[in-house]
Nanobody
């Protein structure tokens, strides 16, 4: 059974940066879309970004120009580089793999606060 393991969350001041990683446990990583969702308390889950098998990317309007998603198929890992972080970016971030059914990581907390 495939597993996704996230890392890189934490506490950062406004304007700071974090890089999230999501490593997959299986070798067919390259044939699936990968992405990140986030959910803040009392808010709906929001798609943050995804990257297709061909390397095309899509971002939520709220993170465009600040976040960058990338993938390394050799390392079976997807990354989310987050710059110019704002308090409203505070949420649990979860990566997903576009299988049917979708596979989720366990989530990692990102807190942006001074």
């Amino acid at each position: 059974q495939v597993q996704l393991v996230e890392s890189g969350g934490g506490l950062v001041q406004p304007g700071g940066s974090l890089r999230l990683s999501c490593a997959a446990s299986e070798s067919s990583f390259s044939i699936y879309r990968m992405g990140w969702y986030r959910q803040a308390p009392e808010k709906e889950r929001e798609l943050v970004a995804y990257v297709t098998t061909g390397g095309n990317t899509k971002y939520a309007d709220s993170v465009k120009g600040r976040f960058t998603i990338s993938r390394d198929n050799g390392k079976k890992t997807v990354y989310l580089q987050m710059n110019s972080l704002k308090p409203e970016d505070t949420a649990v971030y979860s990566c997903y793999q576009g299988r049917d059914p979708v596979v989720w990581g366990q989530g990692t907390q990102v807190t942006v606060s001074s």
